[in-house]
């Protein structure tokens, strides 16, 4: 397999197509565990909302549509709908009253931590069938890739997890 050198501007074609092979085999075994830890179920798009608010720690309506890159009306009845199963709350603004900000509730946080207890077990019974180099190699990979992808989110960026 020919790589393209560090620090060029178009990623590896073959690095491109394999990880979009995995994201598609990921979104299976998410809908999984999202299934099996929630009841009233949560949608996909409800999912990434807690994912998101639970990242930023707080954030508005506005900014929420612009890293879902959805209308507002949209996002209004994703967060309607989190907020009357309990996972989502609304507050004003401290310095504008018009704005609203969303953070997780008790119960959306629970859900969070059963959702990603259920997908680490999924995955680390995948990767318990890897060879440690190669477990090695994918964790370090995943680090730069979650580096990449985390700056434009506006989430924090998280220490590396030890397994």
Do not use: K
Request: proline letters at 9%; charged letters at 25%; glycine letters at 6%.
């Amino acid at each position: 397999m020919s790589q393209r050198p560090i620090g060029s501007p178009q990623p590896a074609v073959p690095a491109v197509a394999e990880m979009s092979e995995l994201i598609e085999l990921l979104e299976v075994v998410w809908e999984r565990s999202r299934d099996t830890v929630s009841a009233p179920p949560v949608s996909s798009a409800q999912a990434r909302v807690l994912f998101l608010v639970d990242g930023n720690g707080e954030m508005n309506l506005r900014e929420l549509g612009r890293l879902l890159e959805a209308a507002p009306p949209s996002v209004t009845r994703l967060c309607d709908r989190l907020q009357a199963v309990g996972f989502l709350e609304r507050h004003p603004g401290s310095d504008d009253r018009r704005e609203v900000l969303l953070r997780l509730t008790p119960g959306g946080r629970a859900y969070l931590e059963r959702l990603r207890a259920s997908r680490q077990e999924a995955l680390a019974r995948a990767m318990a069938a890897m060879s440690p180099a190669s477990r090695t190699a994918l964790a370090a990979g995943l680090a730069g890739f979650c580096s990449a992808v985390t700056t434009p989110l506006r989430l924090p960026s998280q220490p590396p997890r030890t397994a």
